[in-house]
């Protein structure tokens, strides 16, 4: 053991965040973990995590100098031992900056790797398509697992199958050559997870045998609705949502150009268009209890498409519930 080190703390040198946490899995508990790098290096481990219960707001103190980097987890562990865990990118703090974050917040649904986080998400080496898929990220964008989540994955190359996964982790060996690729991801969980339900993707791309890994250009819809700290959202009003396209960091998917959402009432039995106005959708809640499901078609200006569903986004409820 090191010793003989000592090292006063000023605050004003240090960069405080504001975590609230959000609660989804009844009598869940939490564990929230975090981890420095060195702004040229890597550091494999996390320090010992906080454990609490949900909702919650903790505010966490770290120091940026020299261009640290932090990178936070969390993991929500249900009564059976099950988890549901978010994982964000590194994000370098500034001195005296307050910041706030909101974790374990729906909508829950596909995630893509930020800045130095470790994966490719959807990727090709030589003839070898590649997927390692976060389904289940909350709305700040955190990659996101759940070991209660059953995945499939599915391939097809110019409309023919090539093969298919019971994983959201896969490799397909596909034919030499530029060809078109429908890629079909799904991801189910039951009780006593109420949100994200079912989360479907399907992305459509163009891809060529490549001499190194290449990310392929993929993108996620991403919705982030105003949830109070039980994920629950009034019902019997006019609700905006603000949504957005992300595309995977390193690929050469282009910005999106067109999207389109609907919105069901009733777990995807029916679906109704919804506005979308000035990157926001305009919904109306109907004046009863349940939950709020969504589907997305975005293409971006290459001609990538993606369409994502995702069944029991948030939950509404009456102001007498």
């Known amino acids: 053991m090191v010793t003989g080190f000592k090292r006063s703390v000023d605050p004003k040198n240090l960069a405080t965040i504001r975590m609230d946490y959000a609660a989804h899995l009844p009598d869940a508990e939490l564990r929230a973990y975090g981890r420095a790098w060195p702004r040229d290096d890597r550091i494999p481990s996390y320090l010992s995590g906080a454990e609490f219960t949900a909702p919650a707001v903790r505010r966490v103190h770290v120091n940026p100098e020299g261009g640290i980097r932090w990178q936070h987890r969390l993991r929500e562990i249900g009564t059976d031992g099950r988890v549901n865990e978010f994982q964000s990118g590194f994000t370098h703090y500034r001195a005296g900056q307050v910041t706030t974050e909101l974790w374990n917040r729906g909508v829950f649904g596909p995630s893509l790797p930020s ?27 955190s990659l996101g697992y759940s070991s209660r989540a059953t995945g499939h994955t599915t391939l097809y190359r110019d409309g023919v199958l090539v093969g298919e996964a019971p994983s959201l982790t896969a490799h397909f060996p596909v034919p030499a050559g530029r060809a078109a690729y429908r890629l079909v991801a ?21 891809s060529d045998t490549t001499d190194v890994l290449a990310r392929l250009p993929v993108s996620v819809v991403s919705f982030t609705p105003e949830l109070d700290a039980r994920n629950t959202a009034p019902a019997g009003r006019i609700f905006t949502v603000p949504v957005s396209v992300r595309s995977l960091p390193g690929s050469a998917a282009g910005r999106a150009r067109d999207l389109s959402v609907e919105v069901s009432y009733d777990d995807g039995a029916t679906w109704a268009k919804a506005e979308v106005r000035n990157s926001r ?41």
């Open 281 to 321: 959708i305009v919904l109306r809640h109907p004046n009863r209890d349940g939950f709020v499901s969504l589907r997305a078609t975005s293409i971006d200006t290459s001609g990538n498409a993606v369409e994502q569903t995702v069944i029991r986004a948030y939950r509404m409820v009456t102001a007498t519930s």
């Open 186 to 206: 799904e991801a189910e969980r039951g009780a006593p997870a109420t949100l994200s339900t079912r989360v479907s993707v399907a992305w459509t791309f163009h």
């Open 115 to 141: 800045g130095d986080q470790l994966g490719d998400s959807v990727s090709r080496t030589g003839d070898v398509i590649s997927t390692d898929l976060g389904m289940l990220g909350d709305g700040r964008g």
